[in-house]
């Protein structure tokens, strides 16, 4: 076993801090609705394919095994299978993520708007946590390893950090087909336009050249 | 109509950051289930009283008039009205919440894990805005005056600022008995215990020293 | 206070009898969809516009500072903010309302299908009250002064009536985009076309010549 | 069969105006939740019993063959099957009922605050309506037959009147497991309290005397 | 009545094993969403008419009085009335099914996918069951006589079968627009194109010729 | 990788039938709601611990990296972590599973009674099936290997079968903390007490004594 850990260990990646994963959405009205993704009509959702041309190819996605390349800032990289990129999850309220992480690597602070998540580690030793909400704002976190799952409540800030000297690899469910990723990091300061300086010092109760230092890194 | 908002402005308070408002519950299985907030019983939102019991008070809540006090680092204060404060509201799904800004007072950017608000000011003016999840991250955002209403979706990023030189109120509506409040700042930099810093030095991209730095002001 | 009260007491309008409020709908899908207001498809709520073409002014409405025209037989008017006023409302479960009454004047009984709604009393007094369901037919009914807030669940009949002599004003917020508005008057003894007399006389246990008259005023 | 349907017209029989029937509840989170109608608990829905100790009966009930009594003001009595008729329904979403109407007997018109109907005749004809909710306040109405279908959408005013000289029923499925009933009449003019006579005056634009001879009969 | 029951019993009639029926779907945004059956777009559910060409017509159905025909290898026939038939039902979470079984007539077990069942027996007796999930896999059964309602929780294997030599009749709501029916023997063994014998040996514990000659009869 | 792939191939073990995966379910009405599974309070999910007593431990599970003992009849088994193996997925809709495949093993037909299923595999290769609803019963099946994903969408009858001399692992995230699991050949077959054989035999259209020899295995 130690080396087809060390074997998979060569396949964990690089960065991106956005996934599409697993949410509670609302009941399908019939056996499946296949996205279709090249209608132009706009639902909540997406529209369906003619049930009588789905294919199994519309319930289906290759690559998961594929490690995603962490070669950026924060070391680590997801790769979604949402609705986006399985057709067939459309109305059914769930989806899958893999996440690599460099040695060190980091899956930096974020919420899911739209659903909760359960990861489960294949390879590494990931230091894993979530925050509570207002007042408390309690950190609960845990070290997980090979074989240990961990939840994360829906619309909690939550992280994992890679703490091992080897790549680590993880599969996540979310309770959505398109959970939605808010990276507090680039939201917060990498807005599109951004938000005023003045307003976020006084959110993080700092001088406004340090938000202008982290508003230029992202 | 000058002098009534001149009044009124002196009302305009200060923060705390945290509210609880509207979100959108199970379905209730009778007219109504008054929370039981005495109960030791634990559920999913509250066990309820006798529906026998229930009388007018239960229902209701006093002194959404009162200004919340201002005066506080951020210059604004959320006075909530939810299951908590109105014991009725358990199990049908909305709540209210009041909020005062001292002039130039900042509601901080923060996300409610279990509700929408629909927000109406009520003196005064307010820039308002909210970020879209990744990766475009794209900052929505307007100023409000005397009159206007505003909706932030469920799980984004959104904050209010007073940009006046006179208070400001405003009145929202969640779609949660219980929607919780997730301050960015407080969440990330001021959770109990700490999130390591070289962790959220790696998140923001900036120095130890900086992250320190925040982290001392929560 | 004293003269910003009376100054918004100006305010205070007339009737109207229908409103759409908050309501809890079907889980979002994505971070917003906005209402296509001009699209000719129908399906359950409204289909969306490009989000990438989504603007501040989606999520807003104005003129909700505007005093109601209460010049009407009940002397009370709604003035709605829901999903056709807002139309970043649609698929987030959430809408407002505005209600004037002029001294004395009466929110009829109604029912709103698709909602909860929770109301805040921003000047005046109202007498509000709702009524179970059968067998008992409950009045669960209380005198609200400014800052009292109370809740009618889901599906109960409900009223407001002004009970002071100057203008009252009130911010509701309700479970839906389209809660819906049945006031029992209108629907019962005004529908179009008229329910028969003498059908509607067996469920009032009233001659034929009541309910003519009664039908003759809606 | 003109037999079979005079034999059962003399099943056919009398009033009460509220029914408990089919609404679509909270998802199960188990195979079923039979009630326990003698805890002391008190949650949404009803607490359930250990499900090793679930039988057959649980899940049955005996009786809707049996007509019910009209001899009373409206001529027409309904049956219910709820949860608290068969507490294997409970978390599951749908009750049923059944309906006698003597000859000329009304349902009169009522709102299920939680639950869609759809009523099917087994014997005689029933004059049919629901009305839309304002603006429109649009009576859709029809004669139905034995074997005849309709639907009355969830918490719109409805009712059902037999329209021919002899008895008549119906049986209905509800989206709730206990839809509640709101009999217009009942709830407006025969609520304990009763509603002011002035209030009720204003609503219906008539004289307080008329109401008052309306609220004596209930 | 007895006379009436022997009538009614020449009603009864033939097989199909799927039929469309009552579940809890999307919550409605509107007061009706007539599916418009002609529409090429396909959503979750079906796209709607325009509800001012709504018709009392559009919530109505004609027939479900006329016995199925059961001259078929099981002996019994389901009438389903699903948004199929009745286009009202669209997003109200509820559907009716008639169903005829001849003397010893079966409905075979079946699972429905998006809906819980209740029935009622209008005329015989039937022997009904259902299993719950794994470990127990409990059969819950029951003999059922004239006037007798019975509920199968949502998903769950369930059967009836005639035990008299009578024709029955049986009227069931189920909580969905489009229950879905998946009769175990039909989708096992008569899938189109086949699941191998090999894998159906394996799952039965048989040996493949036992599969082929069940697959024969499918 | 080949010696990756070839060492985590003798993780690959034994069957059981039945797993507990990811639904859908009722709305969380605050952070989270630890299953409390001391309680013996039963409601529809399961009571919550004291939120301040909740520890990391109650969002974590350990062992899902070791291999199922795939000795028995079918060659597969399911390892679940659902509520009752990780009480912190209590009220949040989502639950994960491990399925080992000995050589040719077969994870045999069934359903999920309250939940879609998304699986991935990550070694071996394995044909993948759903079978539609009446009346088509279409199959629509894939063979997947190392990375692939494919959806079951929710109630629908659905198999996996290694289809290679080597083990398989596969993970899978299913839509409800409690999904359930129906195996065809056990419920149908092997429920307690059986299902009587003339039924079955009528079901299945095959004689007697070839249901009383499948009910032998079971």
Redesign the interface.
């Known amino acids: 076993?130690a080396?087809?850990?060390?074997?998979?260990c060569?396949?964990v990646l690089t960065f991106s801090?956005?996934y599409m994963v697993?949410?509670?959405?609302?009941?399908?009205?019939?056996?499946?609705?296949v996205a279709?993704l090249t209608s132009s009509?706009?639902?909540?959702?997406?529209?369906?394919?003619?049930?009588s041309l789905?294919?199994?190819?519309d319930?289906?996605?290759?690559?998961?095994?594929?490690s995603g390349n962490t070669s950026n800032?924060?070391?680590s990289k997801v790769t979604p299978?949402g609705v986006t990129q399985?057709p067939?999850?459309?109305?059914?309220?769930?989806?899958?993520v893999r996440i690599d992480y460099a040695p060190w690597g980091?899956n930096?602070?974020h919420?899911?708007?739209?659903?909760?998540?359960?990861i489960?580690?294949?390879e590494g030793s990931l230091?894993v946590?979530?925050?509570?909400?207002?007042?408390?704002?309690?950190?609960?976190?845990?070290i997980?390893?090979?074989?240990?799952?961990?939840?994360f409540?829906?619309?909690?800030?939550h992280?994992q950090?890679n703490v091992g000297n080897v790549n680590a690899v993880a599969?996540?469910?979310?309770?959505?087909?398109?959970p939605?990723?808010?990276?507090?990091?680039?939201?917060?300061?990498?807005?599109?336009?951004?938000?005023a300086n003045d307003?976020?010092a006084?959110?993080?109760?700092?001088d406004k050249t340090?938000i202008d230092?982290?508003q230029g890194?992202?």
Request: net charge neutral; proline share 7%.
């Open positions: 076993m080396n087809g850990v060390i074997m998979l060569f396949l801090g956005h697993v949410a509670s959405d609302p009941k399908p009205l019939q056996d499946f609705c279709d009509a706009r639902v909540n959702g997406v529209p369906c394919k003619d049930p789905a294919q199994a190819n319930f289906s996605f290759s690559g998961l095994h594929i800032a924060v070391g299978v399985l067939g999850l459309n109305t059914l309220g769930i989806s899958l980091l930096p602070p919420t899911h708007p739209r659903a909760t998540e359960i489960t580690v294949l230091l946590g979530f925050v509570t909400s207002n007042p408390d704002n309690r950190l609960i976190s845990k997980l390893y090979k074989g240990d799952v961990f939840v409540p829906i619309g909690l800030v992280f950090q599969i996540a469910g979310l309770s959505s087909q398109n939605g990723v808010i990276t507090i990091a680039n939201t917060v300061f990498g807005s599109n336009p951004s938000i307003l976020l006084k959110a993080f109760q700092v340090i230092q982290i890194m992202f």
